[in-house]
Structure formats: structure tokens, C-alpha cells
């Protein structure tokens, strides 16, 4: 059975720094394009980020691009998302999911297996 877990969301004042953490489990996510994205109440679900296994080419959506570096750890199955320079809009809850297209894309509609979602809050 195929399972993300994410973690690492939380609470950070504007200006601030979190890691989020997606770990496969019942799939090798070095064979996978691995995204990242978030949805806030009462918006669509929009791609952040994603990466390639092989080469490790790394694609941002122009929100977060400059402040978010998506990363892999293939020995621990992990894929991260460094986040810094937090603002108030980055408030959503954050997925991981795997990509279903070749080379890679930000399109949710391009992604099959989805975790659960950590809730990141930028609040002073």
C-alpha cells in the first residue's frame, strides 16, 4: 500500500523558517517525481514545487520561487521543502504526491498518490 506522510508544518511569525518532510512508504520515491503543494480554505489546491529523480531537476511555482528549495533524501525515502521567508499567504495545509508525468509538473491533475496534508500558519 502506498502512503505519504508529511510533517514539519506548524506555527511561525512572518519572516520565519520551516522544513516539511514527506517519507514514502510501500514506494521508492528516487523512482518518482515528487511534488509539493498547498490549498487554503476556500481556494483550489495549487503546485508549489516538484522534483526529478534521476537528475533531481527541481520546478517552483513563481509564489514561493526564491524562498522554497525542494530537496530529496533518497536513503531515508524523503523528500523536503524548505521554507524560508514565511509570509501570512503561505498559510494553507501542504501536500506531497506523486507525479503520474514524465519529466515533471505542478498540475494536481498530473498526480495520483497524495499524503494527508501538514497545516502551515504564518501569524504574528
Known amino acids: 500500500q502506498v502512503q505519504f506522510v508529511e510533517s514539519g508544518g506548524g506555527l511561525v511569525q512572518p519572516g520565519g523558517s520551516l522544513r516539511l518532510s514527506c517519507t514514502g512508504s510501500?514506494?521508492?520515491?528516487?523512482?518518482?517525481?515528487i511534488g509539493w503543494f498547498r490549498q487554503a480554505p476556500g481556494t483550489q489546491r495549487e503546485g508549489i514545487s516538484c522534483?526529478?529523480?534521476?537528475?533531481?531537476?527541481?520546478f517552483y511555482a513563481e509564489s514561493v520561487k526564491g524562498r522554497f528549495t525542494i530537496s530529496r533524501d533518497n536513503e531515508k525515502n524523503t523528500v523536503y521543502l524548505q521554507m524560508n521567508n514565511l509570509k501570512p499567504e503561505d498559510t494553507a495545509v501542504y501536500y506531497c504526491?506523486?507525479?503520474?508525468?514524465?519529466?515533471?509538473?505542478?498540475?494536481?491533475?498530473?498526480?495520483?498518490?497524495w499524503g494527508q496534508g501538514t497545516q502551515v500558519t504564518v501569524s504574528s
Open positions: 510501500g514506494i521508492r520515491l528516487d523512482y518518482s517525481v
Open positions: 522534483i526529478t529523480p534521476t537528475d533531481q531537476r527541481t
Open positions: 504526491a506523486r507525479c503520474t508525468v514524465l519529466g515533471g509538473d505542478i498540475k494536481p491533475r498530473s498526480y495520483d498518490y
